[in-house]
């Protein structure tokens, strides 16, 4: 089916290049000429999509979010089958972390969120999600610190070009899993 007879297909194509762009070269950089180019569609069908850039910027960040909640379904999943193990979270983060361009787009999504405060609930998903996911394995508290630890090290592997590896992640989860602050003096 050409993309003239499949608008909503068109659509998705320039959001598609929209969250590629600003993956590759972050959201400032956006344009409709270049998301056009990425999508190869007339420079128009992108203005006549998405007026603004406001507009297409929300709508590839409405994307990352969306992705990020599939994400959480199949981490919980495989989480919930490892009985919840720091070692069985440790791997579903190395396996997370593996995927470079999907971590960049989520930090996309968080770093959008943190100059666009109206974005901040979008951005706060993975989180958010990750800490109910753990509540079912540990007390609410350490399901928190974990989850804000694993945010951590997503960081970190997108500032030193590797994740931490699987041991390091294995030790943090079971430290922070397994501490209830109340006891922390």
């Not at 069908?45 to 379904?73: C, G, H, K, P, V």
């Not at 804000?148 to 294995?170: F, I, K, Q, S």
Request: charged share 25%; glycine share 6%.
């Amino acid at each position: 089916m050409s993309a003239r007879k499949d608008p909503e297909g068109r659509r998705r194509s320039i959001v598609g290049a929209a969250v590629q762009e600003m993956t590759e070269h972050g959201p400032a950089t956006l344009t409709h000429r270049r998301v056009a180019e990425r999508a190869q569609v007339p420079l128009g069908a992108t203005t006549y999509y998405f007026a603004t850039l406001d507009d297409l910027r929300r709508a590839a960040l409405e994307s990352i979010a969306a992705q990020n909640e599939e994400d959480l379904e199949e981490i919980a999943a495989a989480i919930t089958a490892c009985g919840g193990s720091p070692e069985g979270i440790a791997e579903q983060l190395c396996l997370y972390l593996a995927d470079r361009d999907r971590v960049l787009a989520e930090n996309v999504l968080y770093f959008a969120g943190v100059h666009q405060p109206d974005l901040r609930p979008l951005s706060r998903r993975w989180v958010h999600g990750m800490t109910t996911i753990l509540s079912n394995h540990t007390s609410p508290a350490a399901a928190r610190a974990t989850a804000v630890y694993m945010d951590g090290a997503v960081l970190y592997a997108l500032l030193n070009d590797t994740p931490l590896d699987r041991a390091e992640l294995t030790a943090a989860i079971t430290a922070l899993m397994n501490t209830d602050p109340k006891d922390a003096t």
